[in-house]
């Protein structure tokens, strides 16, 4: 466990990431253009997406698929509930806010679900390709949730807006799209088309996935010395124990299952992220008067980094734990 | 060379209501409009950047619009309906055309 | 701080278009212009996006000229006839600037 | 033939296109940013001129080499004279609009040149490295003869655009020059070169081209949801029939020439190909008057996708039959 | 629908130079600006284009800010004294705002 | 030597470059988005950093590499002294312009460093990875030195521009900080994090290279043509003269120390080079009075396609002569 946290920190890719929030912090002006991250972004989760189909395409599809996708479309749904009791008995935050919250820590992490298979990869455990469906799975239900905690409670959807229309939009958002979308495509062409797109989809994964982290802890970084501000102790401590609760609660369902160790590892991650790009999104046109800088500043500037530096460590030992 | 009298509509706005502002603007009838940029920005919300952002969440975008005056007023409470309850706000000025039919 | 009124011309114009329309600004004798990005737009010929393309053929750019008020009349007959056929149009805004010579 | 319709169709590339496609009707927020577009076609053209030079290297320049392009020079003015024939007899295009789009189905589309390459690397089926000299040099004529045909029927060119400059320009358009450009170093710099620049042109070029071609989806699905409004149906019969038309002469010749299998396959090709960088450019200056929208929504909403689906295994197929 | 006059400041400027005059906007009291890219453009300095360029040394932004009237000369005083010596300039331009405690 | 410059010239990377030139002079619309030539840069830098560490942590730290830090320190320290006397003896240029011009050559240019570095890759010849240590250092100094220099000389700085929080920044450049970031990372990671990366940072470096030396030859291009005016042909001489003389000095210097050949090569270069990433934007708050254009023209314009073309296969051929 120990050596496993040793291993991960001294990976380049948390290095990266460690780097960038240093020169964030450190005011310095090295940044990744915008459209250069939103490329890091679709390359990694088309590769990411890509790779998990072509696994499905060797394995083929059976009921612990349809089992977990189903446990975390639960999980989805049901953490914010969690998440939001937390957050009222524990801190200040009003019922809006204390939703749009829940509903970030309920849905998943496209960036952190990519970190984890990258650190897997380098340890050489393997996952089943399906967890992408999981994860795609596991992206909208909590903004469902989030809008029945709100209903009432916030002074309406802005004017206009339908709900359909909203979900909708989530569950059609770039990110889900371009990653079930080359899951698709991996479980089509199978080793055919692995063998055309290994070079540039499974070779270069590790490097590009650096280059994103450092972007990621620049952002990260910057908007920690931003946010801070709006963030009391205990609204901090929520974004350090949801996790461990929702990875909890997703150990538990992994058991239950039988998941293997990485795809424990990847189930419990995935319950332990927290969102930020597409809920971040939709709770903007949903619920407008939460101010988007709690969530985002929680997500990224702390859940993310905690996650990086010593939550996927911890999940991967938990799934060795629960698994063998 | 004769120019004639329109107003310039400019909304800096939230990147998520991109879709749901400029719907309300053809809705209102308006001839056109274009989408410039923003890089980064200051308000009571603190600063924010674009840089290095995957998602849209937190940038701005400025909506730009030429429209008659007569049809100011319809314009203006389409968008202001929409953008009262986010983050953002609307300036108009006035500005002179050569092609008045245009607008 | 004392200022003073000067025309603030913008032109919003197909990309294309950019190296004729600029070359026309300097030859009417502007100071100086600069060109903003647009990202999207819509207008009678329906809506446009930057987005994904590889071309420009189908983008709009804005060019932005603070020019005197003696000068104005020289430069949008200058832009004007090429304009015109084109798509895009131009607008002209009362400014105040703080170094008239400037311009 | 069916066989390889159905290889094409399971082929990453057309799937990914398709996904574009899909995830564009579909309204997703799915996008590539502009300047990453624009770098892959960067990359792309980059990686098949080099390929090409590196190739003409190794074989040398013979007759055939000036043979071929003298003949898709005489394809690319002549083609639009036939297709504006067409179009005035079977549409209600105007001379104006009709030259335009004529200009447009004369010239040839670098990003099908592309695909067609790619589709054959897929097979295995060798291609002549000077076809890139070739495609390069069908990319002007269709856009003077089109002037020709449009000449006393526009009400003249914008004030003051001289036609000198204007095919100055469109010849030294950015997708000639880095075509003919990395084409020129792969001739120089031969294997020496090839062995340095293979992880990069070569290795990477399939996955690159998927991600482009999920760019090209999402562009055109964009645009046939626009565009669509301006599209007869007899407007829209001729961008299937034209490249139909194209094809089948460049096959012909391509008999007469005696290409080999690959390069009968891309002549082809490129005659069925539309012009959707640099014609597009070219006509709003030189002919202001066409509706842009019709020319770009039948290149690119209809023809390349046809090309891309059905077009190229047929043409393979057909060069198949004509050079063996 | 009832509007408000306000002032709207838009200011050319040297990339390298944003940081500094962001500070300058803040302690003047500002509140808030919003970024807004150039491609390129032409001056008494030639010709610059952001195209292919690495560092930001040679190009400009656009920083525009509304503010109230009363605190124009307030804002131009800190901006001026910051831009006069450089590659740059201001102008200013009358706007009417919908929500005027906004700014 | 002659064998070595024909090698050189016929590379793909100068040739590249020498296409970018051509085009920008053609007046060819070809480019490189603004965000792709970031992304390049960023790449290259990162790349070159992180290989510099992997190799130190192979052969681990030495007194030489603090003499040659030191050395390279006193280099950018004291060449923009000798510079601004040339300057002021054979030039009109006023005191702020020369100040400012000799800044930019007592400092270093990172492209040049990855070009040379390249040019060795190519040859076969190694160099020590605490080069990339010595290429940082070599980037401040000379700032130092030219505002010394223009102290009293200048109407004062910006108002209110405090000396410290410049230099800070300029420390802090974006450039330094991926530089010496991913060469730490190299260093802490060695060979593990070398196997991981390898395919992306090293196997595609040439091409990426190639693509960045594209762009460098279409800025440079159009800067020519934009920016020859402002060159007097004393002017234009100095930017030829002084790299001669910078190498000479770092020659020596590399010969005192008994650097290998590879080092001395990187060593050579980069006192022969010239910023304009972090000095021009340095000066332009320092200096404001000086015209931009004359730094910015020499520097790329000038001096860098003279060391690509010709300086670099002499410095090399020198450092061969020097360190056997
Ligand atoms: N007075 C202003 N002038 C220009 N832009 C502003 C102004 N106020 C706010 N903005 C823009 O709108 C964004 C959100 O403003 P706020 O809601 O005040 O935080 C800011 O980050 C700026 O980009
Ligand atoms: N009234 C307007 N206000 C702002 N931008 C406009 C307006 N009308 C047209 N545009 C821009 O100009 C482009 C072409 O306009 P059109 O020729 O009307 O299709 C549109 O896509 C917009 O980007
Ligand atoms: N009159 C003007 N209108 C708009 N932009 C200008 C004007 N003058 C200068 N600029 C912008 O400011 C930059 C520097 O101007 P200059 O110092 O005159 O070379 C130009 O390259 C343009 O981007
Ligand atoms: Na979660
Ligand atoms: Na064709
Ligand atoms: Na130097």
């Given at each position: 466990m120990l050596e496993l946290a040793l291993q991960n920190l001294l990976s380049p890719m948390v290095l990266f990431f460690v780097l960038g929030v240093a020169a964030a912090l450190a005011r310095s002006d090295l940044s990744v253009p915008e459209q250069v991250a939103k490329l890091l972004a679709l390359y990694l989760l088309m590769a990411i997406g890509f790779r998990g189909g072509v696994e499905v395409a060797h394995q083929g599809i059976d009921a612990t698929m349809i089992?977990?996708?189903?446990?975390?479309?639960?999980?989805?749904?049901?953490?914010?509930?969690?998440?939001?009791?937390?957050?009222?008995?524990?801190?200040?935050?009003?019922?809006v806010n204390a939703a749009a919250v829940a509903a970030h820590y309920g849905s998943i992490s496209a960036v952190t679900f990519v970190a984890v298979t990258g650190m897997l990869g380098q340890l050489g455990i393997a996952w089943d390709g399906y967890m992408v469906a999981v994860a795609a799975a596991m992206e909208t239900p909590a903004i469902v949730a989030a809008l029945l905690i709100a209903r009432g409670r916030s002074d309406?959807?802005?004017?206009?807006?339908?709900?359909?229309?909203?979900?909708?939009?989530?569950?059609l958002n770039g990110s889900i799209v371009i990653l079930l979308g080359a899951f698709a495509?991996?479980?089509?062409?199978?080793?055919?088309?692995?063998?055309?797109?290994?070079?540039?989809?499974?070779?270069?994964?590790?490097?590009?996935?650096?280059?994103?982290?450092?972007?990621?802890?620049?952002?990260?970084?910057?908007?920690?010395a931003q946010g801070r501000?709006?963030?009391?102790?205990?609204?901090?401590?929520?974004?350090?124990?949801?996790?461990?609760?929702?990875?909890?609660?997703?150990?538990?369902?992994?058991?239950?299952?039988?998941?293997?160790v990485g795809s424990t590892a990847v189930l419990i991650t995935l319950a332990a992220s927290a969102s930020y790009i597409a809920v971040p999104a939709a709770m903007r046109l949903a619920l407008p008067q939460a101010n988007p800088a709690i969530a985002l500043t929680l997500s990224l500037g702390?859940?993310?980094?905690?996650?990086?530096?010593?939550?996927?460590?911890?999940?991967?030992?938990?799934?060795?734990r629960i698994a063998s | 060379m004769q120019t004639y009298p329109k107003k310039r509509i400019e909304i800096i706005a939230?990147?998520?209501?991109?879709?749901?502002?400029?719907?309300?603007?053809?809705?209102?009838?308006?001839?056109?409009?274009?989408?410039?940029?923003?890089?980064?920005?200051?308000?009571?919300?603190?600063?924010?950047?674009?840089?290095?952002?995957?998602?849209?969440?937190?940038?701005?975008v400025m909506l730009i619009s030429i429209v008659d005056a007569a049809r100011l007023d319809a314009v203006l409470d389409a968008v202001f309906g929409l953008v009262s309850g986010q983050i953002g706000f609307v300036t108009v000025a006035d500005v002179a055309v050569v092609r008045p039919e245009r607008f």
């Open positions: 089992t977990t996708i189903a446990a975390g479309i639960g999980l989805s749904f049901a953490m914010p509930f969690l998440a939001y009791l937390i957050l009222r008995a524990t801190t200040r935050l009003d019922p309406g959807d802005a004017p206009g807006e339908s709900r359909s229309t909203l979900l909708r939009e989530v569950a495509i991996g479980v089509a062409t199978g080793d055919r088309g692995a063998t055309m797109l290994k070079p540039f989809l499974v070779d270069a994964f590790a490097g590009v996935l650096c280059l994103f982290l450092l972007d990621m802890g620049l952002v990260a970084g910057r908007g920690l501000r709006h963030l009391s102790a205990p609204v901090a401590a929520f974004a350090i124990v949801m996790p461990l609760i929702g990875g909890t609660l997703a150990g538990a369902l992994a058991f239950a299952i039988g998941l293997s702390v859940t993310f980094p905690f996650n990086l530096l010593v939550g996927i460590p911890l999940y991967i030992a938990l799934a060795g | 939230e990147a998520p209501l991109l879709r749901r502002l400029t719907a309300r603007l053809d809705e209102a009838g308006v001839g056109g409009w274009s989408v410039v940029p923003i890089l980064a920005g200051h308000g009571h919300g603190g600063d924010w950047s674009a840089e290095g952002q995957i998602g849209t969440a937190t940038q701005m």
